[in-house]
């Protein structure tokens, strides 16, 4: 079964510091996708990917990275928190065309 | 403007009545994939319809590519239906999501 693990689940930061957060996926998938989702917003893009070592802007990329080093992995990284990006974060996978999406239970991040 | 609309924005129902959701789009597509979630929840997947019908139990999908629409028909409804429906297009490069139809089934 396509299986989508966020790590870690809950993450409490402090404003200005570093947040890792990560996405491993077992379907073989070459794409791959970061959203954060808020109020009013519904599911935004952050960045996403088409493969290993590939990394592209989505809709809201500013104040994030992201890094692809595997085809199972794919990193949101926040540089120097802040309170706005508080929120909760989905990572997806999915195939090149015509392709189910799936996505990981995803991940409440709070800056404080 | 935005490329995915989907409508209603919120729907409250009496248990038993049907529902049709609505999802238009302005771009390409490659599919359609209808999710659920309920607060707080993750996205669970219900469809993935890239064009044509599709049934699930209670749940009917409709996507008609030419006029640029898909639509999630719920048939009598339940309270467990309550939730967001949120409808995802595939479009030619990323996955774009609507803003969902907050759905309240009342007993």
């Known amino acids: 079964e396509a299986a989508v693990t966020q790590s870690p689940r809950n993450k409490v930061a402090v404003t200005g510091g570093k947040v890792t957060l990560s996405c491993n996926q077992t379907n073989n998938h070459n794409n791959m996708y970061w959203y954060r989702q808020d109020t009013g917003h519904g599911l935004r893009l952050i960045h996403y990917s088409y493969g290993a070592g590939s990394t592209e802007k989505g809709d809201i990329p500013d104040g994030y990275k992201a890094s692809r080093p595997s085809q199972e992995n794919f990193s949101l990284i926040l540089e120097l928190a802040t309170p706005s990006q508080t929120s909760v974060y989905f990572c997806?996978?999915?195939?090149?065309?015509?392709?189910?999406?799936?996505f990981g239970k995803g991940t409440r991040l709070t800056v404080v | 403007g935005q490329q995915v609309q989907q409508s209603p924005a919120s729907l409250v129902l009496q248990e038993g009545e049907n529902a049709e959701l609505q999802c238009n789009f302005s771009t390409s597509l490659n599919s359609m994939q209808w999710f659920y979630q309920r607060p707080g929840g993750s996205l669970v997947s219900l469809f993935y319809n890239p064009s044509g019908t599709k049934h699930s139990g209670r749940l009917t999908s409709t996507t008609v590519i030419k006029e640029r629409r898909s639509s999630l028909h719920i048939s009598s409804s339940q309270t467990t239906d309550s939730g967001t429906y949120l409808c995802?297009?595939?479009?030619?490069?990323?996955?774009?999501f609507g803003k969902g139809t907050h759905l309240h089934v009342l007993p």
């Open positions: 995802a297009l595939d479009g030619a490069y990323k996955v774009i």
């Open positions: 997806a996978s999915g195939g090149r065309g015509r392709t189910e999406v799936f």
